[in-house]
């Protein structure tokens, strides 16, 4: 059984730093795409990064976050990390985890999904 599970989050003020991991169990990490979406409320899920397996360079990103947001993983620790710097309040969502990632119909899409972290910016 596939578990993906967040932790940090939290609130924050316009400008400051924020970080969320993930640590995954049930599959195999090492071989995984992983990332992030989020939910604003009122709207629809929408792809934040992703990272392929082997780390590195190999991210991907919204042009909402580009910049800002910077994605990583620990292979050995079977945990994905987003770093979330310069917060604006357009950031407060809910934070899902989300492994075995592709593009599909010219969208990201997810096999799993943790169960949602909130991030709250304030202005």
């Known amino acids: 059984q596939v578990q993906l599970v967040e932790s940090g989050g939290g609130l924050a003020q316009a400008g400051d730093s924020l970080s969320v991991s993930c640590a995954a169990s049930?599959?195999?990490?090492?071989?995984?795409?992983m990332g992030w979406f989020r939910q604003a409320p009122g709207k629809e899920r929408q792809f934040v990064t992703a990272i392929n397996w082997s780390g590195g360079d190999n991210t991907f990103y919204a042009d909402s976050v580009k910049g800002r947001f910077a994605i990583s993983r620990d292979n050995a620790k079977n945990t994905v990390y987003l770093q979330m710097n310069s917060l604006k309040p357009e950031d407060t969502a809910v934070y899902y985890c989300a492994g075995g990632m592709r593009i599909r119909n010219m969208k990201w899409g997810a096999d799993y999904w943790g169960q949602g972290i909130q991030v709250t910016v304030s202005s």
């Open positions: 049930g599959l195999t990490f090492s071989r995984t795409v």
